[in-house]
């Protein structure tokens, strides 16, 4: 829910403060090529430092499906947390620069005159749309479950609920 509020407010910047500019005379902002490099590229670098999360949840899985496979080593927790951390930071400012990005293409859009601009608008979107879609699927292999495994919890008791269900 936070990144759909940072999207919406972001969308209604990204649409408001153009058409202002454009009704004092100035022109729609046009994302320029770094950008446009710059947003995917940062997602696809957070992927490639989570790569020993991935393979360690997958050894996790594993060993749940075959008990007999040995308990992988245990990642650095700090690792961890700093990944995730840094994960939910690109996916709240890639939820910012698709908002605006989504408002400002959707000017340009309903404007009467579609000029050659709009499709950097429209890469731009589309790679901080890569970057956010990046940071939550870097967060969510981050989660720790309900038994504290960090396996998916498939085969394992959890742990009694906060309501004093036995065991």
């Not at 969308?11 to 500019?21: H, I, N, R, W």
């Amino acid at each position: 829910m936070t990144l759909v509020g940072w999207a919406v407010s972001a969308t209604t910047a990204g649409y408001l403060l153009p058409k202002l500019v454009v009704n004092n005379g100035g022109a729609i902002p046009i994302s320029p090529w770094n950008i446009i490099v710059t947003l995917p590229l940062i997602g696809i670098i957070l992927l490639a430092m989570a790569i020993p999360m991935f393979k360690y949840r997958a050894a996790l899985n594993a060993r749940v499906k075959d008990s007999t496979k040995p308990r992988p080593m245990p990642m650095n927790p700090f690792y961890a947390v700093r990944l995730v951390l840094l994960a939910k930071a690109i996916s709240i400012s890639g939820a910012i620069f698709s908002g605006w990005h989504i408002g400002v293409v959707w000017l340009q859009l309903t404007s009467p005159v579609i000029t050659e601009a709009t499709m950097q608008n429209v890469l731009a979107l589309v790679g901080s749309l890569l970057m956010t879609i990046c940071a939550i699927i870097v967060e969510r292999i981050c989660r720790i479950t309900e038994d504290g495994t960090g396996a998916e919890g498939k085969g394992l008791k959890s742990a009694p609920n906060a309501a004093g269900e036995p065991a």
